[in-house]
């Protein structure tokens, strides 16, 4: 019985020993003294100044940024936080370190980007009138606003973009451009003001690209003609030549200040044939059917005078690639048949020049 109450015994102690071990504290870990009590580090785009206040029984000793548009200064346990303007659309983020002797914690600083929302048009075409357009504006920065002529003005306040546009009394078309910026992000609006009054009355050269044969080099050549308005309210294109006289009806469109010529016009007699407007391209011919047509934009951003490129609209897939010709014909009638197989002119490129 001796025996058996002696090995009981060891046994109860070992599990004594076991059960002691649980509870006993692990000598390695280590408890911080630091705690974040409050944090105001959320920021908009326009940016300013937050704070973080710790718990550090032992101070803070230092306080390190992750990057530099944010940046800390602290007294105590009181830490400022001071975050530079976002110009950009996209958020950041920088980390905070926070230092008492060998012990940190981390505080996450998150800025937005800039809210910007305004609805404008790139390209605004107007004619001689005064205009005044207000755009809805929704922005997180300040708007500045820059204009190119002092014939446009422009504000914002309120939420609200104004444009303003004085009326038009230069005679001719003008262009201008209105841009609004906020942070980094940058939009302008083109403008462009004029009316069939400010281009007709003047006189033009029509021309582009023809080949010298002496030289072997495409040099540019241009007629001399007049834009007018007959009583009907046609626009007309008449040469000014003595010997070469012509008229090509045009049609004006207001909404871009641009003019269109269309293939198989009658332009009058040449010598003892019948003249009328085509348009070649290399890829498909002559053309002189109605339906075909080419239409320059006018400007006179330069302010050297009116002008545009004509463009094929649909004749060939390259828009330039093409010529105006002035074709003779033995009948009045633009066919294939009734062609002599002659031009009077043929310009390649072709362009409408104020003189």
């Given at each position: 019985m001796k025996k058996i109450f002696s090995i009981l015994l060891i046994a109860a102690c070992t599990m004594a020993f076991t059960s002691c071990g649980d509870d006993t504290t692990n000598p390695y870990a280590v408890t911080s003294t630091l705690a974040?009590?409050?944090q105001t580090v959320l920021?908009?785009?326009?940016?300013g100044e937050g704070t973080v206040e710790v718990q550090a029984p032992n101070g803070i000793t230092k306080v390190e940024s992750a990057k530099d548009w944010c940046t800390v200064n602290y007294s105590g346990t009181t830490i400022t936080v001071t975050v530079t303007q976002n110009d950009?659309?996209?958020g950041r983020a920088s980390l905070l370190t926070i230092w008492s002797g060998d012990e940190s914690i981390t505080v996450t600083v998150q800025q937005q980007g800039i809210v910007f929302d305004v609805e404008t048009e790139s390209l605004?075409?107007?004619?001689?009138?005064?205009?005044?357009?207000?755009?809805?504006?929704?922005?997180?920065?300040?708007?500045?606003?820059?204009?190119?002529?002092?014939w446009i003005t422009g504000s914002y306040t309120d939420g609200k973009l104004t444009l303003n546009v004085a009326e038009n009394t230069s005679g001719t078309i003008r262009s201008g451009e209105f841009t609004y910026k906020a942070g980094n992000i940058e939009e302008t609006i083109q403008i462009k003001q004029g009316a069939l009054a400010d281009?007709?009355?003047?006189e033009y050269y029509i021309g582009g690209f023809v080949y010298d044969s002496s030289t072997g080099q495409h040099v540019i050549n241009a007629l001399p003609a007049q834009l007018t308005k007959s009583e009907d309210g046609t626009c007309l294109l008449t040469s000014t030549m003595p010997n070469l006289p012509w008229t090509l009806p045009v049609t004006f469109n207001a909404e871009d200040?641009?003019?269109?010529?269309?293939?198989g016009e009658y332009m009058g007699r040449y010598q003892r044939y019948f003249m009328f407007s085509g348009i070649l391209s290399m890829a498909s011919g002559y053309t002189w059917n109605t339906g075909a047509t080419m239409t320059a934009v006018l400007d006179n951003a330069d302010g050297e005078g009116i002008s545009g490129d004509f463009m094929n609209d649909g004749v060939t897939e390259d828009k330039q690639d093409f010529y105006i010709t002035f074709d003779l014909f033995n009948r009045q009638s633009a066919t294939a048949q009734n062609w002599i197989q002659q031009s009077v002119v043929g310009f390649y490129q072709p362009f409408i020049q104020e003189k």
């Open positions: 974040i009590d409050y920021f908009d785009a326009v940016g950009k659309l996209d605004l075409v107007l004619d001689d009138a005064a205009y005044t357009r207000e755009y809805p504006t929704t922005s997180t920065l300040p708007i500045q606003v820059t204009t190119s002529a002092d281009i007709v009355g003047k200040l641009s003019l269109t010529i269309h293939a």
